[in-house]
């Protein structure tokens, strides 16, 4: 498996600028899970879906930032307009299970690092 | 609110053993895990304690007491590529009522030799 496939690795943008942040997950997962990192605040999770439908959203920081699972095999996290206190990694991660023990055991992509100038 | 408290940095020689220590305050609990990330890597799964006890995965151990709210990690035999950053991460019941994860903010493991 290929495990869990983000893009753009890296984005640099102005502030203003809209920001698309894609996610793939594993294959079989039906739990997927939007995590913003920063030095300051740590790793904080943003929203996460099962079966493709948002649960719970209440991470997200504000109206600018916005995210879809049109299949079980994409999701978009997007900010629009970009602020550089946006400026983190961005990480996409999914498990499945999660009334099971494994639902603990969550497998991340390597992360969109997004420069807000 | 959730709180989970852990050092920031821990400094150890090749060869030790080091424990990672966490404690946490939260609304419910659904158990106990640990992730490893290397610098300007992804977070990757450790273990996970749901019950009172030892958890051993080969050089890894991990422990919980759910009457203390208290966990810790255990690294034998540190290598230097142990050198890395450990997070402790519980799920927990946010104000929706939904249980995903907590993490701490992260220990910071240097292996020197």
């Known amino acids: 498996d290929a495990g869990v496939i983000q893009s753009p690795r890296h984005e640099v943008t102005e502030m203003g600028q809209e920001v698309t942040l894609r996610c793939k997950p594993i294959?079989?997962?039906?739990?997927l899970f939007w995590y913003r990192q920063t030095m300051m605040r740590g790793l904080e999770l943003l929203i996460y879906?099962?079966?493709?439908?948002?649960?719970?959203d209440s991470g997200m920081p504000e109206d600018r930032f916005s995210a879809k699972m049109p299949n079980a095999s994409f999701s978009t996290l997007k900010i629009q307009p970009s602020e550089p206190r946006d400026s983190a990694v961005y990480f996409c991660?999914?498990?499945?299970?999660?009334?099971?023990?494994?639902?603990?055991?969550?497998?991340f992509g390597p992360g969109t690092r997004l420069t807000v100038l | 609110g959730q709180s989970l408290e852990q050092p920031s940095e821990v400094t150890a020689v090749e060869g030790a053993i080091v424990q990672i220590n966490c404690t946490y305050q939260?609304?419910?609990?659904?158990?106990l895990s640990w992730y490893q990330q290397h610098d300007g890597g992804a977070p990757t799964f450790l273990s996970y304690?749901?019950?009172?006890g030892l958890e051993e995965t080969g050089r890894f151990s991990s422990f919980l007491s759910r009457s203390d709210s208290y966990g810790y990690l255990l690294l034998q035999e540190l290598q230097m590529k142990d050198s890395a950053s450990y997070f402790c991460?519980?799920?927990?019941?946010?104000?929706?009522?939904?249980?995903?994860?907590?993490f701490g903010k992260g220990t910071r493991l240097s292996v020197i030799a």
């Open positions: 991460a519980v799920r927990a019941v946010w104000n929706s009522g939904n249980t995903p994860l907590v």
């Open positions: 304690n749901g019950l009172d």
């Open positions: 991660a999914s498990t499945n299970n999660l009334l099971g023990d494994s639902y603990n055991e969550q497998f």
């Open positions: 939260t609304s419910g609990f659904y158990g």
């Open positions: 294959s079989g997962h039906d739990y």
């Open positions: 879906f099962n079966n493709n439908v948002p649960i719970d």
